[in-house]
């Protein structure tokens, strides 16, 4: 009995800390991504390859999800006034 309940707790507590991937179609702020799972190596990865070399521009970028198995994301733009959530299932943006 002991074993299927300490199961039965793993299970709950697994499925608990399971991160969102985002969702395809969709742009999203580091911030964002960092909110829904563990994004910070596809966002270094992302800037890199996008040739983004300053720090702060993880901070004020927008990424476009293409979605996938991994939720992959590419360097969409930098936003030189900061990035906006545009709030659950809608696109975020660069801010006026």
Do not use: R, W
């Amino acid at each position: 009995m002991k074993t299927f309940t300490i199961a039965a707790a793993l299970a709950v507590l697994s499925t608990s800390v399971v991160a969102d991937n985002c969702i395809g179609g969709l742009s999203y702020c580091s911030s964002s991504l960092l909110k829904k799972g563990n994004y910070a190596a596809q966002i270094n990865q992302a800037l890199i390859l996008a040739h983004q070399t300053n720090p702060e521009d993880a901070d004020k970028a927008l990424f476009f999800c293409e979605g996938g198995s991994n939720g992959n994301i590419v360097f969409t733009t930098p936003c030189a006034h900061g990035c906006l959530d545009g709030g659950a299932g809608n696109t975020d943006y660069c801010a006026a």
